[in-house]
């Protein structure tokens, strides 16, 4: 449906988009991720025909942007970082401008109705559009957007500045727009890329340093090496227990106490699932644990290290063009080679199914357990873990808001 | 472009400008039709339309100041340009709609002629002379009218490319009015003094012949007397087209910065 190869965007001497290329099917939700700066604005602003290329090409639909560009603009629906809104004007008479703007030809007053519906603005439409809220205006901005019914909409930071509730009413409305339009989004909030869409481009000074699938880029995230543990018990005898556990590289104490309860931060050996051992081992000692939570590496520390490690060892040298292209390789690698592994993941855990519902016995093996205490409920560890966790992650981040999609 | 045509009109009416604009014209039209004829007992209405002609100078830029500043700064221009609209169409829908408010102006402000021709009615049932011409000479008026609307085309394509230059409004007034005095004012300079007594400004007819085909003001002489002039007809239509395409150029480039 779009099409970008090689696009290229200089202000001046400065470079906002440095050689981008991809592809962008039918029915594709993609997310654009990237810090401020970091050229997404401009993209977008390039594939709507607002600003031209330096060079590359941007179709859409099949038709170049520069060759034609009004059958271009037709195939799409724009919500700009600020909704471009005229505030002496009702929402009707601005739906009704942008219906004639576009050109429409369809029955109008119905048209406008469904519109105003889908993103609940019916009761605003007779009023004023600068005495509506920040809310409002977005979603009257989304409206505009949406007059017309273009095959492709493109959302500029459309959750900026709605409050939380807002904002899973936008998300959700932009997961119901996906199904039959393919929609891209900019965002600098990450749960927002995860919650709601099928792909991450992620970009950093102008170049993509990752592409991937969010359900690959989810699995990455998904980590079971670092948790916060909630344990009754005395606290010294409890860290040492943890301190002394093999497989645990790491255990402290953290300063937040709950009653009788402490909480500890352990982190295992890389590969280990040391969850199942844990439990045991506190249930041997007779403290319960009340509380456990992955800390898992979250989709923003994948981020930041992709964005940032290579970025800072190379701001202090002398920014030769030689350097600025290793460091994009650089960052580009680090990420593949993150996202790469977690599909490997996955894939191993495809093939192997009959591994997730462990038997049970298998840990009575390992660690001796006296037969009175938690023998009953044994799969207990288990239910939280592995596979359904990345399916399940991305709707409940999204309903959940800030809530981190690792945790659980 | 007859969206944009629409909602410009629309604007006009929802916001104060387009009602100050109309009332400043009208009172200033209704003033000075009352001082150059009423009062001074004249049924010449030559300098009625030069002096409304010289005070469309502060008038026009209130109809062309927001044009495309405001957009810019509302960034509502970015809903324009990614619409299915060519620039073209959105510089002329908004040309068209700022000359509609300015043409609808002057035809109502014509009222103000009415007097003179009641008047004229009364005083040649009372004369004998009925081979003279009494009251005021249509086609005077006709072409005045006719220059004034030609003139006031080219100011507002003036005032268009100028607020296509800049975010502020009131920046774009006060450069549309300085512009717009400089370009009367270079007619002025030719006219200060005389030949005889040697007391002439700009001695050079070389220098005075180049100031009068860059002044505005100059061409518009002959509409006054009911003369259709095809040269100055093409030098306003051409000026104003000018502007009209610097301002599409102004935006084509602002896409490519």
């Given at each position: 449906m ?37 050229g ?7 594939i ?14 099949g ?6 560009p ?9 919500l ?37 519906d889908v993103?609940?603005?019916?009761d ?7 005495n ?10 989304i ?9 492709v ?11 939380p509730?807002?904002?899973i ?5 932009i997961?119901?727009?996906?199904r ?17 869409c ?16 969010t359900?690959?880029?989810s699995?990455a ?9 909630k ?13 002394n556990m ?5 255990a402290?104490?953290l300063?937040?106490?709950?009653g ?6 352990i ?18 000692n007779k ?6 939570e992955?800390?898992?590496m979250?989709?923003e ?5 992709v ?19 290793r ?13 790469e592994?977690a ?30 205490t ?14 359904a ?12 808001g ?6 659980n | 472009?007859?969206?944009?045509y ?18 400043v ?5 209704a ?6 004829t009423?009062?001074s ?50 510089v ?8 509609t408010?300015f043409?609808?102006?002057?035809l109502i ?23 003279t011409?009494?009251g ?5 008026i006709?072409?005045s009218v ?16 100028i607020?296509s ?7 774009a ?6 512009v ?66 610097l ?11």
């Open positions: 779009i099409k970008i190869s090689h696009l290229v965007k200089n202000y001046g001497s400065m470079c906002a988009v440095d050689d981008i290329s991809f592809d962008i099917e039918r029915g594709e939700v993609v997310g654009f991720l990237g810090p401020n700066g970091a997404k604005s401009t993209t977008m602003n390039i709507t025909g607002y600003l031209s290329s330096t060079s590359g090409t941007v179709t859409v639909g038709v170049d942007i520069l060759d034609d009004l059958s271009a603009k037709r195939l799409i629906g724009y700009p970082e600020q909704p471009p809104l005229y505030p002496d004007m009702t929402v009707e008479e601005y739906l009704g401008f942008a219906y004639d703007l576009k050109n429409c030809k369809f029955n109008k007053a119905k048209h406008l109705k469904e519109i105003c993103v609940k603005i019916s605003v439409r007779q009023r004023l559009i600068k509506l809220s920040k809310g409002y205006k977005q979603r009257v901005g409206a505009q957007a949406l007059v017309g019914n273009p095959p909409i493109i959302f500029d930071e459309p959750t900026i500045g709605l409050d509730k807002q904002i009413e936008i998300r959700n409305l997961r119901t727009l996906g039959e339009h393919t929609v891209i989004l900019s965002t600098h909030i990450l749960q927002e890329v995860q919650a709601v099928d792909r991450i481009i992620i970009i950093n000074k102008g170049k993509i340093v990752a592409d991937e699938l359900e690959n880029i699995k995230v998904e980590n079971t090496r670092r948790f916060n543990l344990i009754c018990g005395p606290q010294r005898d409890v860290l040492s227990t943890l301190k093999s497989g645990i590289v790491y402290e104490v300063a937040a106490r709950d009788d309860a402490y909480t500890y931060m982190e295992s050996e890389v590969n280990v699932d040391i969850r199942k051992k844990v439990f045991w081992t506190m249930a041997e403290w319960p644990i009340i509380g456990f992955a800390l898992g979250s989709i520390d994948i981020f930041i290290a964005v940032d490690k290579t970025g800072d060892s190379a701001a202090g040298k002398k920014k030769t063009r030689y350097a600025e292209q460091r994009a390789a650089a960052e580009k690698e680090m990420a593949a080679g993150m996202v592994k599909a490997e993941e996955v894939r191993r855990r495809a093939e192997e199914p009959d591994e997730a519902p462990e038997p049970e016995g298998r840990y009575y093996e390992d660690y001796t357990v006296t037969e009175d938690f023998a009953a409920k044994p799969e207990d560890g288990d239910a939280s873990g592995d596979a966790d990345g399916r399940d992650g991305p709707a409940e981040a999204a309903d959940a800030a809530k981190n999609a690792g945790g | 472009m007859l969206a944009i629409k909602k410009e009109m629309r604007s006009y009416f929802i916001n104060p400008v387009g009602y100050v604009f109309v009332g014209f009208l009172t200033l039209a003033a000075l039709c009352c001082y150059t009423l009062q007992s004249s049924y010449s209405t030559a300098s009625y339309f030069y002096f409304l002609l010289l005070s469309m100078i502060v008038v026009i830029p209130l109809l062309t100041m927001r044009t495309f500043a405001e957009e810019r700064k509302m960034r509502t221009e970015q809903m324009l340009l990614t619409a299915p609209v060519s620039i073209i169409q959105m002329l829908g908004k040309f068209l709609a700022a000359f408010m043409g609808g102006s002057l402000s014509l009222i103000n002629l009415v007097p003179l021709y009641i008047i004229g009615a009364e005083e040649d049932n009372l004369t004998d002379f009925s081979f011409h009494i005021p000479v249509t086609a005077e006709v072409g006719m220059g004034i609307l030609l003139v006031g085309g080219a100011f507002i394509a003036i005032g268009m490319f607020s230059l800049t975010e502020s409004q009131l920046s007034a006060v450069l549309t009015i300085a717009l005095v400089f370009m009367v004012v270079l007619n002025l300079l030719n006219k200060i003094g005389s030949d005889s007594d040697g007391t002439r400004v700009i001695n050079s007819y070389v220098v005075r012949y180049v100031i009068d085909w860059f002044s505005v003001i100059s061409r518009y002489t002959a509409f006054q007397y009911g003369i259709l002039q095809w040269s100055a007809l093409l030098y306003y239509l051409s000026l104003t087209f000018i502007f009209i395409y301002t599409v150029r102004v935006y084509e480039r602002r896409r490519w910065a």
